[in-house]
Nanobody, 119 residues
């Protein structure tokens, strides 16, 4: 059974940090590019960060560049999102997403984890 399980969300004050984790199971993790998306209330889902299957290449939304870092540990089947200098505008549900590097029809979503930035 394929699963992507996010954890690490919560309430944090502006300027604070959180580290999200996404544990994968049921598929060959190292064959999948992994991404973090987020969806704020009343808005569409947007790409936050992306990492290639073996991890050397990453890219970020302009709004999080320099503050967020995506990484992965293929031995642990886990992708991470380190979020620093959090702002109120980062408040959203954060979703983990995996897509096979070569097979476009193989992709999976996690259930999401809530991040709230408020004083």
């Amino acid at each position: 059974q394929v699963q992507l399980v996010e954890s690490g969300g919560g309430l944090v004050q502006p300027g604070g940090s959180l580290r999200l984790s996404c544990a994968a199971s049921g598929f060959t993790f190292s064959s999948y590019a992994m991404s973090w998306y987020r969806q704020a209330p009343g808005k569409g889902r947007e790409l936050v960060a992306h990492i290639t299957p073996l991890g050397p290449n990453t890219n970020y939304a302009d709004s999080v560049k320099g503050r967020f870092t995506i990484s992965r540990d293929n031995a642990k089947n886990t992708v991470y999102l380190q979020m620093n200098e959090l702002k109120a505008g980062d408040t959203a549900v954060y979703y983990c997403y995996g897509e096979h590097a070569f097979i476009a029809t193989m992709w999976y979503w996690g259930q999401g984890t809530q991040v709230a930035v408020s004083s």
